[in-house]
């Protein structure tokens, strides 16, 4: 997170140079109009004192020092002059022939015109009489020069634009200051998720009314919540697993001595229970054992989804795919009397860092699955293809069923410890299987995940990265 004060110093700058711009406009217009309106009432005035003044009289005297000079003109209807003011000199205010039938007519209606004189721009103002015209007229002429007037008006605006920015830098760092180090505080602790660490207030100065502040406080407020509330749930935690860890080993003892017992019973019932009786006996037996080994199988995931938890990782060493993907078929051949299991192609000659029981058993999960969701007489395909991923090479290894499929929204999900797809409600199962399979790719840099198989059915595919055969290596 950084705070740039430069950029909050030039928009500060940008919003006052359009400020000022939009101002300019407005006013170098609005100026003009003003001034305008204030020349012809000056104008309107004299003309209209000239006029009600008897026709012999002198024309009054102007300020000949005034900045912006005023000149007086009274014409008979006929267009010779009767009388003007001494600045006029030996020029002459220019009288048209339509300004004098205009005096005829009698309405007696005063006007406005602008007039050129020797090419300099006038404001005249026309007031008719018995006999003639008054027309009075003042340069509309700045006083100055305009372009020095201009290049003036722009030069301050961009040195004073320059200053702005450079006062606004100034301002912004030293405003943004103590934000700019709450901020390298916030990210440092964020990195390093450390919240123990408590962001500095400095109070030297500062009142507990400063928005910086008060947000320290605010924020060191809410470390301390969360790490108790993280405290709280790490202790919760840890008693779970410490829990499920010890249940599960518990267990271990108890179901392993029901199976033993199981089958003794089932020898000795082959041996003594009454002819008429033993199938239905070695039925009930061969129940227990069957619930008996998806105990045990239970109580294996869950020792390994403890260890997970504990943060223990596997011991991995090189060792040949083609091994461990035989293994995990011939395990799985027998799960079931209706469903077959095959094997198709298995690259040769590709090795992989793994555990190579936690590896079978990753496989033997998937073709477990595979076969309880696949119809009788159906079909479950075990292969191996090449392929680079992350830049990597490596293999891909494909459980293949002719189950109902998995829905897309639920495909994130079913990797989850204890769910279970809609569709896979009606089986047996609890939910755990794909959790320990994650776990097991994890721990080998694995990728795993699910896709459409065609025409029906799911395709689970896991992704191991290969190395070098070990002995050409050495």
């Known amino acids: ?48 004192s000239v006029a009600q003044s008897p026709a012999s009289s002198a024309p009054p005297a102007t300020d000949v020092f005034a900045p912006r000079p005023v000149f007086i003109e009274s014409v008979r209807l006929d267009g010779t002059i009767q009388t003007r003011s001494a600045n006029v000199g030996d020029a002459q205010l220019p009288v048209d022939s339509a300004s004098l039938a205009r005096a005829r007519s009698g309405d007696g209606q ?125 202790r919760s935690l840890e008693l779970q697993r410490q829990f499920v860890g010890d249940a599960s080993h518990q267990l271990r003892t108890p179901l392993t001595s029901l199976r033993g017992n199981v089958e003794l019973l089932s020898r000795m019932c082959a041996e003594d229970c009454p002819v008429a009786s033993v199938d239905e006996h070695q039925q009930v037996l061969a129940d227990l054992n069957v619930e008996a080994e998806r105990m045990a199988r239970l109580v294996d995931s869950l020792l390994v989804l403890a260890r997970a938890d504990a943060q223990q990782h596997l011991t991995r060493a090189p060792c040949r795919l083609e091994a461990v993907i035989k293994d995990a078929w011939r395990s799985a051949r027998g799960l079931s009397e209706t469903v077959g299991v095959r094997l198709g192609e298995i690259p040769t000659g590709l090795h992989v860092r793994a555990d190579p029981d936690r590896l079978a058993q990753l496989f033997i999960i998937l073709l477990e699955n595979a076969v309880r969701y696949s119809p009788p007489g159906a079909e479950v395909w075990l292969q191996a293809s090449v392929e680079s991923r992350h830049g990597l090479r490596g293999v891909v290894v494909e459980v293949a069923d002719a189950g109902p499929g998995i ?58 990265p290969t190395i070098a055969d070990p002995v050409e290596s050495a």
């Open 1 to 48: 997170m950084k705070l740039d004060p430069t950029r909050l110093a030039l928009a500060n700058s940008l919003i006052i140079f359009a400020a000022v711009a939009v101002f300019a406009v407005v006013f170098v217009p609005l100026r003009a109009a003003l001034t305008l309106r204030v020349l012809d009432a000056e104008l309107q005035s004299m003309g209209d």
């Open 110 to 234: 005063a006007w406005f015109e602008d007039i050129t004189v020797d090419g300099h721009q006038l404001r005249a103002y026309w007031r008719p009489t018995i006999d003639g015209i008054v027309e009075v007229a003042s340069p509309l002429d700045d006083s100055l020069p305009r372009g020095p007037i201009l290049v003036g008006l722009i030069a301050g605006i961009v040195l004073g634009a320059i200053g702005v920015l450079a006062v606004g830098w100034l301002l912004a760092r030293i405003a943004l200051q103590p934000v700019q180090q709450l901020a390298l505080a916030v990210d440092s602790i964020s990195s390093t998720d450390d919240l123990g660490r408590r962001l500095p207030v400095d109070s030297v100065g500062r009142v507990r009314l400063d928005p910086v502040v008060r947000l320290t406080y605010a924020f060191n407020a809410m470390l301390d919540r969360l790490r108790l509330s993280t405290e709280q749930l790490e």
């Open 407 to 464: 829905q897309v929204d639920e495909r994130s999900r079913i990797f989850e410890r204890f769910y279970r797809s809609r569709r896979s409600e009606a089986t047996e199962g609890v939910g755990l299987g794909l959790a320990v399979a994650r776990w097991i790719a994890v721990e080998h840099e694995a990728d795993i995940d699910v896709v459409d198989n065609v025409p029906h059915g799911s395709v689970f595919r896991v992704w191991l």
